[in-house]
RNA sequence: GGAGGGAUAGCGAAGUGGUCAAACGCGGCAGACUGUAAAUCUGUUCCUUCGGGUUCUGUGGUUCAAAUCCACAUCCCUCCA
């Protein structure tokens, strides 16, 4: 099997802008890049594909620049609903940064920024000389830019595509990066590159684009969003465990192509793996696979044991029984609250965020959907102390099947 | 510029003087069953000191009583110019 072919096989390949590419990716032979606008501070599990997708180009000896849209970041790539608010620029270049250390984290790549060669682009060479390279029939016809006709785009934003052509035309100039990779979603920017490539250098040009396919759930819902919002690559913002939790909870009509998309599991393996998922489902070995090959690979081997002992931990049942320390270590980085000594069960509740009011905290304890230090709290005048807390510490609540919540006397 | 129609809870949508904290569907949350899955079933879904309090785009009015009637404002849609 080719790396292409296996590429294809973990359902990675949306589209190519052209056959001859495999060969150059199967041979390792290519420069590529990627981008990302600095607009958040971290990567989620959302944009995670299309980098482990250059990762897996990485590994056959293709070289990866990791590029950081300074300039395009400044503009704002149009999204379908609305204009976007315009960041700062500290802002922007702390994410930047914050961006290329997860990058780096993954596989090492040669940063760029496309500030570097926008900033002292003037107006008139710009309209002049690249200008004359577009077309606006064309660029009105790219999805992005269609979807908002009727609503209205500004200048500035339909101008982003012209920007992106750049930085793909100056990559090709001063790196010989022929290929673009990004999700399917940009295609309409790879194509405006090749498109500006060929009309600068001549058709002889070569260079290519593929783009990775959107991540599906087969529910139809978002992917990558668990309760409380994104499910982020930095552990400050969402703890191994959150993150280990958030594989584990893969339905079973997903888990497969997870495994096929996201790990460095060999194909032998997956199907190993397939095979039990499809003999004993109730173990989960599928599930269990993938969020422990994925808190690896972002969270290391740390990361993952952390994971794994809160998880033990907290559904085993046997919550009562842990100690001081390692309810330290099993909660670290998850949310908590100190509170007074003494404190009514419902206020806890509320306090802690595990119910938005009392009456629902009122409404959970009868609901019989509240634990307290492992055991079911039905009683609505129960009052949480520091003498029945854990090493006169912790009390841990749990709320449902799986959400808990730490308070700390 | 003219003529109509509309705005109701997270979303969709009933309700057109009191029986309305507002049907129903979706979504959310919880419980049961399971495997921390799916499907299914049950409960729940403005706040509350459980007395009550605050809601139906906004403001003012009519009325013992307004989501419901009237006036004005704002926004949206359709048709005509």
């Known amino acids: 099997m080719t790396l ?61 620049i990791f590029l950081i849209g300074g300039a395009t970041g400044s503009i704002g790539d149009p999204k379908p609903g609305s204009e976007r608010q315009l960041l700062s620029a500290e802002v922007t270049k702390h994410n930047a940064e914050c961006l290329y250390e997860q990058v780096k984290g993954l596989f090492p790549a040669i940063l760029v920024n496309n500030y570097d060669w926008t900033h002292n682009l003037d107006i008139l060479t710009f309209l002049r000389y690249y200008g004359k390279f577009f077309n606006v029939n064309y660029m009105i016809n790219k999805e992005t830019v269609k979807a908002r ?24 100039k001063e ?3 022929q290929l673009q990779v990004g999700g399917q979603d940009q295609w309409g920017n790879i194509t405006g590159g090749l498109e500006l490539i060929r009309k600068i250098h001549g058709d002889e040009a070569k260079a290519y684009g593929v783009t990775v396919p959107l991540v599906l759930k087969s529910d139809g819902t978002k992917f990558g969003k668990s309760e409380g919002g994104a499910v982020w690559l930095n552990p400050e913002k969402t703890s191994p465990y959150h993150f280990y939790q958030f594989w584990i909870n893969t339905p079973d009509a997903d888990v497969m192509m997870r495994l096929k998309q996201f790990t460095f599991l060999s194909v032998e393996e997956i199907y190993e793996i397939e095979k039990s998922f499809i003999a004993e489902p109730h173990l989960r070995v599928a599930q269990k696979a993938l969020a422990k090959a994925m808190t690896e690979l972002i969270h290391g081997a740390r990361g993952l044991e952390q994971a794994e002992k809160i998880t033990q931990a907290l559904f085993s049942g046997n919550i009562s029984e842990l100690t001081v320390e390692e309810i330290e ?58 003498d029945n807390a854990i090493g006169k510490k912790y009390t841990i609540i749990r709320r449902g099947k799986k959400n808990y919540y730490l308070l700390k006397h």
């Open 4 to 64: 292409f072919e296996e590429l294809k096989w973990r359902g990675l390949i949306h589209s190519v802008t052209d056959e001859a590419v495999i060969e150059k990716i199967n041979n390792g032979e290519l420069t590529f890049y990627l981008g990302a606008d600095p607009t958040g501070d971290s990567l989620h599990v959302g944009h995670l594909l299309v980098y482990l997708f250059a990762k897996r180009l990485e590994s056959v000896g293709n070289k990866p």
């Open 329 to 386: 270590m099993a909660f670290g980085g998850m949310p908590q609250v100190e509170v007074e000594e003494n404190l009514p069960l419902i206020d806890a509740l509320v306090i802690s965020k595990a119910a938005s009011s009392k009456r629902e905290a009122r409404q959970f304890i009868e609901n019989g959907a509240v634990l307290v230090n492992g055991t079911q709290q039905k009683d609505l005048e129960f009052v949480v102390s520091k």
């Open 149 to 172: 006709l009727d609503s209205g785009i500004s200048y500035t934003e339909f101008s982003y595509q012209i920007l992106q052509a750049l930085d793909f035309e100056h990559l090709y």
């Open 175 to 177: 790196y010989n990066c």
